[in-house]
């Protein structure tokens, strides 16, 4: 590999400067912002590195899929998206979030670290591969979607019109991070999601507040409401909520209770004096990477701007999420949701889900693991940790599981990433790992397939 790594190496301004290209074109699907140029861009990154392509349409945005032949019948898939988030509230960028800046060897930019920084890296590792060592040990397929910052809305039905095109016998998912000891993450699964939006509605319009003695109240309604959902000991009250919760296995659980999770570096990141229910410890662990959650991430009715207003709110709004674990189905989620309010008196709520995707977990002892963290051991100089899922939601599941394709993240990230926030970041030496760490898998996945 170490012509590979000179390649890298030598090359690093060139690899620098696409990845600038690519994070100039906004591409942010839940404004409708420059997704089409942005998927031709990609696609003809793709095939500027050998891909044959395709793009390939969804009822929303298009799927980029590429194809790259390898010396062995055995194929590596890589799942990655090329729409970003929102980059508001601009006013709290120190530069453009569409104009690329180093600083401070970090580059900014929004999309830098999710997703585009590492699917330009993973594009640059095959270019090295293949400048170096000739034809890649192993077939290669992309899948690289415009949906998953606003939930992949499509993902399924790509799946089920291009089913032929999906085999795999392993996937590296989109993200990976170095945490705040800079030791490289990697994980195994993904949360599931329900998310949802809540409505409640009393008059036809905004009234004077005074008409609050008799006409009703919806922000009230929504509040009662939303009470019910979960109790101060953090319990879902939702009945059926838990039921189809499966537990974590031994080894799973070992794996987390052994993480040397930072608790007082991530207190002191997030601002706050403690964690919920003052827990600690193993039991802090399991319940981050092992529990379901219900969410509020937003509530808003009525007068929110500067100044008094004396106004009754017609309307009032909430948008919740509920983090799932293996086996629980979103569906059934939001089914017993309805039940819920309804059981509660609060039928007249109207209950609109969003979106939804299934949790998955790759077992800790497939093969692709071992290659995952053994590469990631040499390139980083440190061992890895391995989490057997993230407290994180996408949708793996899809794509991977449900088709029988054991999935593993990794990625270029660091712990102040900013990611989905203003002055997203990436340091250009976790970038050119980055390419590294996916060189070397390409290659040990080779030596193991021969």
């Known amino acids: 590999m170490e012509r590979v790594f000179r390649y890298i190496d030598e090359h690093r301004e060139e690899f620098l400067k696409r990845l600038k290209a690519l994070l100039r074109q906004p591409s942010v699907a839940a404004q409708n912002l420059g997704m089409e140029p942005c998927a031709k861009l990609v696609q003809q990154m793709l095939e500027d590195v050998g891909f044959k392509t395709q793009l390939l349409p969804t009822d929303g945005f298009p799927v980029v899929y590429g194809e790259l032949e390898g010396q062995s019948d055995k194929t590596l898939m890589f799942y990655d998206h090329y729409d970003v988030q929102p980059p508001e509230p601009l006013e709290l960028w120190e530069s453009d979030p569409w104009d690329p800046q180093i600083r401070d060897g970090k580059l900014y930019a929004r999309g830098s670290s999710d997703n585009k920084g590492d699917l330009t890296a993973r ?9 170096t060592m000739g034809k890649l040990p192993v077939n290669i397929k992309f899948v690289i979607e415009g949906e998953e910052e606003i939930g992949s ?9 291009h089913n032929n095109l999906l085999k795999a016998d392993g996937c590296i998912w989109e993200f990976g991070h170095k945490d705040l000891k800079d030791i490289p993450q990697i994980y195994l699964g993904l949360k599931g999601i329900c ?16 008409w609050g003695t008799i006409v009703p109240n919806p922000a ?7 009470n019910t959902l979960k109790g101060e000991d ?9 039921d189809d919760v499966r537990p974590p296995s031994r080894s799973e659980l070992n794996a987390v209770y052994e993480l040397d999770f930072d608790e007082r570096g991530w207190r002191k990141k997030f601002g706050i004096k403690r964690y919920l229910l003052n827990l600690s410890g193993k039991k802090l662990r399991k319940k981050h990477y092992f529990e379901p959650t219900c969410t509020i991430c937003g509530v808003w009715s009525g007068y929110t701007g500067s100044g008094p207003k004396t106004v009754l709110p017609a309307e009032a709004r909430a948008k919740i999420d509920f983090r799932l674990v293996p086996d629980q189905k979103p569906e059934k989620i939001l089914a017993l949701l309805k039940k819920h309010l309804k059981r509660e008196g609060f039928g007249d709520i109207e209950v609109i889900g969003m979106h939804g995707v299934n949790p998955a977990r790759t077992p800790m002892d ?17 061992e890895p940790v391995v989490h ?17 394709i054991p999935a593993v993240s990794t990625g270029i990230g660091y712990a102040h990433s ?8 990436i340091r250009i030496e976790d970038f050119i790992q980055g390419i590294k760490h996916i060189a070397s898998i390409v290659y040990e996945l080779g030596n193991k397939s021969g």
């Open 388 to 404: 057997p899922t993230s407290a994180a939601s996408g949708p793996m599941y899809t794509l991977c599981q449900k088709l029988g």
């Open 366 to 382: 497939d093969p692709l693991v071992e290659v995952v963290q053994s590469t990631a051991r040499e390139v980083y100089g440190v």
């Open 418 to 425: 900013n990611t989905h926030a203003p002055n997203e970041n």
């Open 123 to 131: 594009l640059c590792a095959l270019e090295a591969y293949q400048k």
């Open 153 to 161: 809305p499509h993902l399924e039905q790509f799946v089920r019109e």
């Open 195 to 210: 998310y949802v939006e809540l409505r409640a509605r009393g008059a036809v319009s905004d009234q004077h507040s005074s």
């Open 234 to 242: 953090e319990k879902i009250l939702i009945k059926g909520f838990y």
């Open 220 to 226: 009230w309604r929504l509040i009662w409401a939303l």
